[in-house]
T-cell receptor, first 115, second 110 residues
């Protein structure tokens, strides 16, 4: 398996533009997470999906952020409109939720710069 | 609210030395404590993890020590190597809710 695949690796956009980040989880995993990493706040959980259903979106900063998981092999994180303070590295991670805490496998991240 | 506090922020160790990173947590409901290793430009990768029913877990040169009563746990890297230079994150989780420490940038000098 190629692991968790994220695209794009880097994104530079102007303030006010819509940004869509993409994630393909590991095949067979039923849990998917979106994290944001910044120097100031470290790694923060944005949203958690289980079996394609959003279970916990309490970490989503505001209404400008939205996430979808239309099927087990694809998820998107959208920011509309983007702002400079959204600049960060966004990670997608997946795991197999079998009732116990198990390893979350992270993608390589998308480095977002909003100018 | 920072639920997992990690120290030090940065650490420089000579090759062959012992690297020690400490973490403390607040929520006693946490029941899984992993350590992640992150190299520049990469995502975090699980290094070693422990559950609160044991006080120590060792995998090769990496050992987690866990003190449930003190709500603290630490990572020890024995015989540190330049290839261990990375950022290390402790975490604590219950179910899907995983809280990360702020990270420790480890540099192992040859």
């Amino acid at each position: 398996d190629a692991g968790v695949i994220q695209s794009p690796r880097h994104e530079v956009t102007e303030m006010g533009q819509e940004v869509t980040l993409r994630c393909k989880p590991i095949s067979g995993h039923n849990s998917l997470f979106w994290y944001r990493q910044t120097m100031m706040r470290g790694l923060e959980l944005l949203i958690y999906f289980n079996n394609n259903v959003p279970i916990d979106d309490s970490g989503m900063p505001e209404d400008r952020f939205s996430a979808k998981m239309p099927n087990a092999s694809f998820s998107t994180l959208k920011i509309q409109p983007s702002e400079p303070r959204d600049s960060a590295v966004y990670f997608c991670a997946s795991s197999l939720n079998d009732g116990m805490n198990t390893e979350a496998f992270f993608g390589q991240g998308t480095r977002l710069t909003v100018v | 609210q920072q639920q997992v506090k990690q120290s030090p922020q940065s650490l420089i160790v000579q090759k062959g030395g012992i690297s020690i990173i400490n973490c403390a947590y607040e929520n006693t409901a946490f029941d899984y404590f992993p350590w992640y290793q992150q190299f520049p430009g990469k995502g975090p990768a699980l290094l070693i993890a422990i559950r609160p029913d044991v006080s120590e877990k060792k995998e090769g040169r990496f050992t987690i020590s866990f003190n449930k009563s003190a709500k603290q746990f630490s990572l020890h890297i024995m015989d540190s190597q330049p290839g261990d230079s990375a950022t290390y994150f402790c975490a604590a989780s219950m179910g899907h809710d995983m809280r990360f420490g702020a990270g420790t940038r480890l540099t192992v000098k040859p």
